[in-house]
């Protein structure tokens, strides 16, 4: 896994300091089923890939917030599950200045957006390590998905989880 190197801080002035900066990033969740294994690695038809994925955020300690990247991935052929795997990726983040009716959106879209590199490398890993080809998750909009939140939020609508 990739060493954090320095912990990236975003500070406005001094004044009024906003500053963002990570404390720790840790697996704080994982888990791999393979319940056709070893059939499964008979079969030559290429799975069907499901990605759901979740967040949240919360305060821990005053200024220090923890984010939870989770990210779940099932591949399918049929009725038949080759692999399941969830990775909760958390990271402990060091949030200050910030105005409390800003404060979602830093938790919603720029702490995933730190984390899912580590998550994505996090769940290949394990997927082959389970003796399948690893899963190369695609880059994710954590600002889209915050925006469509907030649009079926306010039409009324289910909202996704955050």
Do not use: W
């Amino acid at each position: 896994m990739a060493e954090l190197q320095a912990a990236p801080e975003i500070a406005v002035d001094n004044a009024g300091a906003v500053t963002f900066s990570i404390e720790k990033i840790y697996v704080k969740d994982l888990s791999l089923e393979s319940p056709g294994a070893p059939q499964s690695f008979m079969t030559q038809v290429s799975p069907q890939i499901e990605v759901g994925l979740r967040t949240r955020g919360e305060q821990v300690q005053p200024d220090i917030y923890e984010c939870v990247l989770t990210v779940t991935i099932t591949a399918r052929v049929g009725d038949k599950t080759l692999f399941l795997v969830e990775a909760a990726q958390a990271g402990l983040f060091t949030i200050k200045g910030v105005p409390q009716d800003q404060l979602q959106p830093v938790l919603a879209i720029h702490c995933p957006t730190v984390l899912f590199p580590y998550v994505r490398e996090t769940l290949a890993d394990a997927v082959g390590r389970a003796g399948f080809p690893p899963v190369h998750l695609a880059p994710i909009n954590f600002e889209a998905l915050f925006q469509q939140q907030l649009a079926q939020a306010q039409a009324g609508g289910p909202t996704a989880a955050n």
